[in-house]
Each structure stands twice: as C-alpha cells, then as structure tokens.
C-alpha cells in the first residue's frame, strides 16, 4: 500500500460512548472526486501519536471494479479523517 495521508470527508456512525464507525466518504484520485463506500472493517487499532489519540481503519471496498484495500485515520481530538494508505 502506498502512504498518501490525503484528507477526506467521510460519512460515518457515533455509538451512544462516540466511537466512530465509517460508512463512506468522498476522496480524489488523480484529480477526479470520487465517492467510496466501505464495504467491509477488516481491523480496527487505536494509536497515540505525540499524544493526540488516533484510530485506525483497515477496510475494502470495489473502486473501479477492482477489491482494494486501504487504512482510514480518525484523529479524536481534531475530528478529522484522513485516508491514510491505499
């Protein structure tokens, strides 16, 4: 996989403790938007970097009729996600 680090705007599900569960989200590839919806969670980790708490999703989805797999970052204390490797 390869680290891209692209910020994105995502759609996602907060449980009543706000652990966040993605569903899809909007991102740009070679200059094309383009609107991903996450078919399967394969893992979830949490990790702390400089101190500001991060989760991480591995999922799959069909982009351009190929199975892919990539990692979502979640940042807690800025809200933001980010797609991380694909």
């Keep these: 996989m390869k680290v891209i680090m692209q910020p994105i ?3 996602a599900h907060f ?9 899809k989200f909007k991102a740009r590839f070679e200059d094309i938007p383009i609107v991903i919806v996450i078919d399967k ?5 949490e990790e702390k ?8 999703f591995r999922c799959q ?7 892919k797999m990539y990692e979502l970052k979640y940042e807690l204390h800025t809200c933001e996600w980010f797609l991380y490797k694909i």
Aim: glycine share 10%; aromatic share 10%.
């Design 49 to 56: 970097i400089a101190g500001n708490p991060i989760i991480i």
């Design 15 to 23: 449980n009543e403790y706000g652990f966040p569960r993605p569903v």
């Design 61 to 67: 989805s069909i982009i351009n009729g190929f199975l």
């Design 41 to 45: 969670i394969i893992l979830k980790s």
């Design 9 to 11: 705007e995502m759609m």
